[in-house]
């Protein structure tokens, strides 16, 4: 949230206005209906923490995931989208690209060092990101948090 910032009239990833990271598709599914500009100049950094948390970080299975992993995973899917991110994981574990925060998945992620296959998930997002022309932006390192686990 703090690296997307608030109210933006035009987000470059999200294609139009946003706030702390969220756009008007996301927080039109989130209410169950249109969603306009007024509601994301209103947008509280606690809502949209709320709608990233239930819409991205749960739906990306980051709980599941080691410390490090999880953060990686999820500024990805934040970006990408959850399947998208969860797809390249899984092709980069060597599993079927599912898109799924399946069991398997998450077992053979385990099975990871969770530093190096952070960096990894960065190194996938950046390359998602270059793709599509974004610019190269100092993603946060998870392998460098604090001990403490926040929720997030």
Do not use: K, Y
Not at 103 to 117: V, Y
């Amino acid at each position: 949230m703090t690296a997307r910032g608030g109210f933006t009239p035009n987000d470059r990833l999200l294609d139009g206005p946003a706030a702390h990271g969220v756009g008007l598709g996301l927080l039109s599914v989130w209410i169950g209906g249109p969603a306009d500009v007024p509601m994301l100049r209103a947008l509280t950094t606690e809502a949209a923490a709320r709608i990233l948390h239930r819409m991205v970080w749960l739906p990306c299975g980051a709980p599941h995931f080691a410390e490090g992993v999880d953060l990686a995973l999820f500024a990805f899917a934040l970006e990408a989208g959850t399947m998208r991110a969860l797809a390249d994981l899984q092709d980069h574990l060597d599993l079927p690209a599912s898109g799924a925060p399946d069991a398997e998945t998450i077992a053979a992620a385990a099975a990871q060092d969770p530093r190096l296959l952070a960096a990894d998930i960065a190194a996938l997002h950046q390359a998602w990101r270059a793709l599509r022309g974004l610019p190269r932006w100092a993603l946060p390192n998870p392998a460098a948090r604090q001990p403490a686990r926040a929720e997030a």
